[in-house]
Nanobody, 122 residues
Framework: QVQLVESGGGLVQAGGSLRLSCAAS????????MGWYRQAPGKQRELVAT???????NYADSVKGRFTISRDYAKNTVYLRMNSLKSEDTAVYYC????????????????WGQGTLVTVSS
């Protein structure tokens, strides 16, 4: 069983910064891609940023230049540094990972965290 535990959400004023963390634990042989998604009230969940096992990153256009995703491979942890926050960044942020529980696993499985709320006040 694999778990993702997020932390770092909270209330911040517009223009401020936050750093989210997501730690994976459990039966993990390897993790491929890790990422952050968000869901605002009344909207669908959307991609924020992803990072692969080789360090390649991908960002939503709305956060480029403001958010930075990084990863500690030894700790199976992914971070999201959020700067210049705007009210439209208010959402529940979810961590996601693709992993193999065993070396012989034929495919990568997917796991989600429980979410952490980020509220940006204007």
């Amino acid at each position: 069983q694999v778990q993702l535990v997020e932390s770092g959400g909270g209330l911040v004023q517009a223009g401020g910064s936050l750093r989210l963390s997501c730690a994976a634990s459990g039966s993990i042989f390897s993790i491929n891609r890790m990422g952050w998604y968000r869901q605002a009230p009344g909207k669908q969940r959307e991609l924020v940023a992803t990072i692969t096992s080789s360090g390649s990153t991908n960002y939503a256009d709305s956060v480029k230049g403001r958010f930075t995703i990084s990863r500690d491979y030894a700790k199976n942890t992914v971070y999201l540094r959020m700067n210049s926050l705007k009210s439209e960044d208010t959402a529940v942020y979810y961590c996601n990972a693709g992993f193999k529980p065993e070396q012989r696993s034929p495919v990568y499985l997917e796991v989600w965290g429980q979410g952490t709320l980020v509220t940006v006040s204007s």
